[in-house]
């Protein structure tokens, strides 16, 4: 299993920035997928989830301002990110669980400037 995240960049604040995975080597409509990111010093945490069924989570933190979606056709899983704030910045990572174990993205930088 294989997840290949693209997107991100730098922002001022206020800004929109989106972010999507796609995954490889995974009957992904069966999985449920999630974004987490890790700002510095910070613990990971639990961005956004959506279910196979489509049911979505979100952090209290970017409720109203972010967006996760799937695409069971082109196995994508994506983020998109309105009214970006500076506590915001983070790497962000696409994440998902197959075959008793997790699997994680490479990682993508978000920077929200002031």
């Known amino acids: 299993v294989q997840l290949q995240a693209s997107g991100g960049g730098s922002v001022q604040a206020g800004g929109s920035l989106s972010l999507s995975c796609k995954a490889v080597?995974?009957?992904?409509?069966?999985?449920?997928m999630a974004w987490y990111r890790q700002a510095p010093g910070r613990q990971r945490e639990l961005v956004a989830s959506?279910?196979?069924?489509?049911?979505?989570n979100y952090a209290e933190s970017v409720k109203d301002r972010f967006a996760i979606s799937r695409d069971n056709v082109w196995r994508t899983v994506s983020l998109q990110m309105n009214d970006l704030k500076p506590d915001d910045t983070a790497i962000y990572s696409c994440?998902?669980?197959?075959?008793?174990?997790?699997?994680w993205g490479q990682g993508t930088q978000v920077t929200v400037h002031p």
């Open positions: 080597g995974l009957n992904f409509r069966l999985h449920d």
């Open positions: 959506i279910t196979s069924g489509g049911n979505s």
């Open positions: 994440w998902t669980s197959a075959r008793g174990r997790d699997f």
